[in-house]
C-alpha cells in the first residue's frame, strides 16, 4: 500500500510548533488530513490551535511501513510525531 506523507506545523499558544506528519492513505481528501490532524490534537491536548490549511502541506507518496498500516486501517491516519509534540 502507498501512503501519503503531509508535513504539518501548528503553533502553540504557550509559543514554538509542534511539528508532525499526517499519513494517510493516497486517495484520502485534503479536507479529511485536516480534520485528522484536528482530530489528533484535540485528543492530545484539548483546546490545542486548530490544524489550518495553510499549516499542512502534502510532502510525499511512500510504501506503507507496518507500525502505520494497523493504525490507519483502524482510524484512517497515522501521526508521526516530529518536533514539539511532548
Not at 42 to 54: F, Y
Not at 56 to 65: G, K, N, S
Amino acid at each position: 500500500m502507498e501512503v501519503a506523507v503531509f508535513d504539518t506545523y501548528v503553533k502553540k499558544r504557550a509559543g514554538g510548533y509542534m511539528h508532525f506528519d499526517i499519513i494517510v492513505t493516497k486517495e484520502t481528501s485534503f479536507e479529511k488530513v485536516l480534520f485528522f490532524g484536528n482530530a489528533w490534537l484535540q485528543s492530545k491536548w484539548p483546546g490545542a490551535p486548530a490544524v489550518l490549511p495553510k499549516d499542512c502541506r502534502f510532502c510525499h507518496l511512500t510504501a506503507v511501513i507496518p507500525r502505520w498500516e494497523k493504525q490507519i486501517q483502524q482510524l484512517g491516519y497515522f501521526i508521526h510525531e516530529l518536533e514539539g509534540c511532548h
